[in-house]
């Protein structure tokens, strides 16, 4: 089968294309799955980069989907020719946060699914949302999950709420359209005018230029009639987070998901215990939550956005486009 391979961790000139043995049949609790898609991450952008440590030959790539192609002995969730994606954390069943590392993260601390087939236990993936392209449920094992964790689950997001999303990447745009779907009024910010024009018509009430006006968060204070926002998509981390305090409500929610400036400074604690606002660090989420995403997101009939497809064997020209900051939503590949 062909794979992707990371020779040695620290820059994309050392992503090889392999040709490896399949795997055979799978054992009891298992499925084998033929893998059509990936969709690109800032994670596996850290892990192929060296940012994150992980073993030479590692195969990358967190997200994955594809077809059932067998089921182990005891395996009675799946069947052949079923549609699946998988979990960003394979062990993470269900309950509060019990992970705090990546060692069983597909792509990172386990080969991922840059290749055309695994096999792996069962409970590493769940049902595809039903009338989706392999590269639209790609989207959704980290991009995905992590948008309905923040604004769903920990946020019990309601109709009338209001929602500051930061930049126009993948968790971001996701972000906006579970907003949108379920009745929230959504700001969203970036540094390309013709990237907010392109939010406003996913539905964007209100759109800010970061570079023209960095001191947003008091703009989305008067936007917001005084009041801020009840929840914040952090993506820049301590680089935006001041901001994020400024223009979020007293006592709403700031959910961290990413640390995108890699800045040092005040971060505005102050401002954020006189605001009571609860700011939570947050890592995608947990298989019975992608569970619950997959039947929300069918119900609601959201559509992930897509800005361009590149095939396995240009794994490192789509790192490429990603590092360009150039895309708007995700950047699958496609086997």
């Known amino acids: 089968m062909k794979a992707v391979k990371l020779s040695a961790p620290g820059g994309l000139d050392r992503l090889q294309v392999v040709d490896l043995p399949e795997p055979g049949a799978p054992a009891a609790g298992e499925i084998r799955v033929r893998i059509h898609a990936s969709s690109v991450n800032f994670h596996d952008y850290a892990v192929v980069r060296g940012f994150i440590p992980a073993a030479d030959g590692r195969i990358p790539m967190a997200d994955g989907a594809g077809l059932v192609e067998a089921v182990g002995k005891d395996v009675t969730e799946f069947k052949v020719g079923d549609r699946v994606l998988s979990c960003f954390f394979p062990l993470w069943q269900d309950g509060p946060p019990v992970i705090a590392d990546f060692s069983q993260t597909p792509g990172d601390g386990l080969d991922g699914y840059a290749r055309e087939v695994v096999v792996a236990p069962a409970t590493g993936f769940t049902k595809a949302p039903a009338g989706f392209s392999h590269?639209?449920?790609?989207?959704?094992?980290?991009?995905?999950?992590?948008?309905?964790?923040a604004l769903v689950v920990e946020g019990q997001l309601k109709a009338g709420d209001t929602v500051l999303v930061?930049?126009?990447?993948?968790?971001?745009?996701?972000?906006?359209q579970l907003a949108k779907l379920m009745g929230a009024t959504v700001i969203a910010t970036s540094s390309s005018d013709r990237k907010l024009e392109r939010v406003k018509a996913l539905g964007a009430a209100h759109t800010i230029n970061y570079k023209q006006d960095p001191e947003w968060g008091a703009t989305v204070q008067r936007l917001t009639h005084g009041l801020g926002v009840d929840h914040v998509i952090e993506t820049g981390g301590p680089g935006t987070l001041p901001q994020s305090i400024e223009a979020v409500r007293t006592g709403g929610r700031i959910q961290l998901i990413g640390?995108?400036?890699?800045?040092?400074?005040?971060?505005?604690?102050?401002?954020?215990?006189?605001k009571q606002a609860r700011l939570q660090g947050l890592i995608v989420g947990n298989r019975r939550q992608q569970q619950e995403m997959v039947r929300g997101i069918e119900v609601l009939g959201l559509k992930p956005v897509i800005d361009r497809i590149f095939a396995l064997e240009s794994l490192a020209d789509a790192f490429r486009y990603e590092e360009s900051g150039q895309h708007f939503g995700k950047i699958c590949i496609e086997l």
């Open 135 to 149: 590269a639209e449920a790609a989207t959704l094992t980290t991009a995905g999950l992590t948008a309905w964790r």
């Open 259 to 274: 640390t995108l400036t890699r800045l040092q400074g005040d971060p505005g604690l102050t401002n954020m215990m006189r």
């Open 166 to 176: 930061m930049g126009t990447g993948g968790v971001s745009i996701c972000a906006l």
